[in-house]
């Protein structure tokens, strides 16, 4: 009878820790391949493979394209790259963004639920939004299990508690229940599955975020009112379950939730741009009123004036909303009494 021998996780603000914490409760002879995606900037350079090493018997790297996958090992995403699995195989791409990042968690989570169904078990930890819940969902479909962080437990809950509102959650537990919890589900059997008769020989060929050139948008879904926001192309809309997704033609991938808050940065850098421009015509406006008040033109001037004036108000409405904006940000961080907390600063998202 087949064993749970595939472990994916996910994690974004908060996560290293949570990892780390993770990596230091799996024993030695833990009898199953680990895969870990958390969110970190493209440009930037990851030592999470150092940090899970030293904090527990496993040994974590960054995973290559086409590695063979080993029991008792901890394959990390490397920064800019997606990371996938395939029957026995390591997959790592440049597939397009989801959710706005790459890597993503619900490629992974995807992926390995395709390749290994009721093998699979999903850990979505700390983090932000809602990455992970649609991969969440696939490997409850394919049988496999899923586990949270508790929310309570989690420096940022947003993720395990989109998972909880979302999923079929096994398991939502603190990080200090992790560790027995991990250990008596990989050492009993999976459940056997009936395979469909229509199954795939190679279910992940054509997943977006590994083979994005022969991908094609809207074989399941239908064209929404909504442009990508990475690309400009249309947004086909999808149902899983009880969540709303939306995905591009080039591949591309939304959440709802994720959508809204992408919409709302490209709405603000928007209105700094038009901030920016405003503040330019005013003073345009300003210096050729001067100009042609001193050549006794008051007409001009009149114009001028009134062009400035104009644009004047134009910045003083769009900074009330982006001040106000940053101070709907702001009250999120106050304590009860009305004093100011600084937010803990998010470890590469």
């Not at 969902?137 to 508790?150: D, M, P």
């Not at 959650?169 to 469909?196: H, M, N, T």
């Not at 928007?270 to 005013?282: D, F, I, P, S, T």
Request: proline share 9%; charged share 20%; net charge negative.
């Amino acid at each position: 009878m087949p064993s749970h021998d595939i472990l994916v996780v996910g994690a974004s603000a908060g996560g290293v820790e949570a990892l780390r914490q993770m990596a230091a409760v799996l024993p030695a002879d833990f009898p199953a391949a680990v895969f870990v995606v958390l969110h970190v900037p493209a440009n930037g350079k990851s030592i999470l493979p150092h940090i899970l090493s030293r904090a527990g018997p496993l040994p974590a790297v960054h995973a290559r394209d086409r590695q063979t996958i080993e029991k008792g090992r901890i394959y990390i995403a490397p920064p800019d790259h997606h990371l996938l699995i395939q029957p026995g195989t390591i997959r790592v791409t440049s597939g397009p963004r989801e959710n706005s990042h790459r890597p993503a968690v619900d490629p992974l989570f995807r992926t390995a639920a395709q390749s290994y169904g009721p093998r699979a078990i999903g850990l979505v930890l700390s983090g932000g939004l809602d990455d992970g819940t649609a991969g969440l969902l696939a490997i409850k479909r394919e049988g496999g299990l899923a586990i949270v962080q508790n929310p309570g437990d989690a420096l940022y809950p947003s993720m395990p508690q989109s998972a909880l509102d979302n999923v079929a959650v096994d398991y939502c537990v603190a990080l200090s229940e992790l560790g027995p919890l991990l250990a008596s589900l990989f050492l009993s059997p999976a459940p056997v599955i009936q395979e469909s008769p229509v199954a795939h020989n190679n279910p992940t060929e054509h997943d977006p975020a590994l083979d994005p050139v022969n991908y094609q948008a809207g074989m399941d879904g239908t064209p929404s009112v909504f442009g990508c926001p990475d690309c400009g192309g249309v947004l086909w809309e999808y149902q899983e379950g009880e969540m709303t997704r939306f995905r591009c033609r080039v591949g591309h991938a939304w959440t709802a939730n994720s959508l809204l808050a992408e919409q709302a940065e490209t709405l603000e850098a928007a209105l700094w741009a038009a901030l920016r421009g405003l503040e330019e015509r005013a003073e345009l406006a300003r210096r050729l009123a001067e100009r042609t008040r001193l050549r006794n033109w008051p007409q001009s001037v009149a114009a001028f004036d009134q062009q400035g004036e104009e644009a004047k108000h134009h910045v003083d409405v769009i900074r009330r909303v982006l001040m106000r904006r940053k101070g709907l940000e702001a009250a999120d961080t106050l304590l009860p009494s009305g004093r100011a907390e600084a937010a803990p600063a998010p470890h590469n998202g």
